[in-house]
């Protein structure tokens, strides 16, 4: 498989799996978790699911911060309009890949909190429910330097022309919109945020789509 065929399939299935397992169906079949400890109860009550669904999820997370480190990569070069922004989002979606991982699989992490037959039931729930609220915390960050991330790719992008006008201006206005909603009341920020997470996960696959064009014309 080509780099530009790796870089299309990767920014195509990661999106699509984190929308489904690490959101979507989460929230249908296990529970919306408003908060750490709700998080754990509904969790503990389906944790053979759950744990097919982290994994799931996690994987799709990874493979969608691969595909845009590859794909910021493959923008860099000397003379090409964009390449410093293009390398400022290489570095920063590595980094936010090793940050994917650790948030993604906290919940992992709670999980085995939850099966821990050396520890009693309710060391066993206090122990989860820390683990989620960093998770938590985790996720914070991410989302912020994720948005920071799409602006620059989203710059370079649009600089070189590279894929679709459309789709390189939605990842400069949706990035942007990404870093203003940690300004905003949590509550909102959580209702908005999954609207947008929505938007870029489509944008990002109809990216993905865009890249595989590119490499058979």
């Given at each position: 498989m080509s780099?530009?065929?790796?870089?299309?399939?990767?920014?195509?299935?990661?999106p699509l799996s984190a929308f489904l397992f690490g959101g979507l169906l989460t929230g249908i079949l296990i529970g919306p978790?408003?908060?750490?400890?709700?998080?754990?109860?509904?969790?503990?009550?389906?944790?053979?699911?759950?744990?097919?669904?982290?994994?799931?999820?996690?994987?799709?997370?990874?493979?969608?911060?691969?595909?845009?480190?590859?794909?910021?990569?493959?923008?860099?070069?000397?003379g090409k309009p964009g390449s410093l922004l293009a390398s400022i989002s290489t570095v920063i979606f590595i980094a936010l890949t090793t940050l994917a991982m650790a948030a993604t699989m906290s919940d992992w992490a709670a999980l085995g909190s939850l099966q821990?037959?050396?520890?009693?039931?309710?060391a066993q729930i206090s122990n989860a429910v820390t683990i989620t609220l960093v998770g938590n915390a985790l996720w914070a960050g991410l989302?912020?330097?994720?948005?920071?991330?799409?602006?620059?790719?989203?710059?370079?992008?649009v600089m070189q022309r590279k894929l679709n006008v459309i789709v390189d201006w939605i990842f400069v206005v949706f990035g942007a919109l990404f870093v203003i909603l940690l300004l905003m009341p949590w509550d909102l920020a959580q209702n908005v945020g999954f609207l947008i997470?929505?938007?870029?996960?489509?944008?990002?696959?109809?990216?993905g789509v865009f890249q595989l064009r590119a490499d058979e014309s």
């Open positions: 780099s530009k065929n790796l870089i299309g399939w990767a920014l195509i299935i990661g978790g408003e908060t750490a400890a709700e998080a754990v109860s509904e969790m503990q009550a389906k944790i053979g699911l759950k744990s097919v669904f982290t994994i799931l999820g996690s994987l799709g997370f990874v493979f969608a911060f691969i595909g845009t480190v590859l794909l910021s990569n493959s923008m860099r070069g000397d821990n037959d050396n520890l009693d039931a309710a989302f912020f330097f994720w948005g920071i991330g799409f602006l620059t790719l989203g710059t370079a992008l997470f929505g938007v870029m996960v489509l944008n990002t696959i109809a990216a």
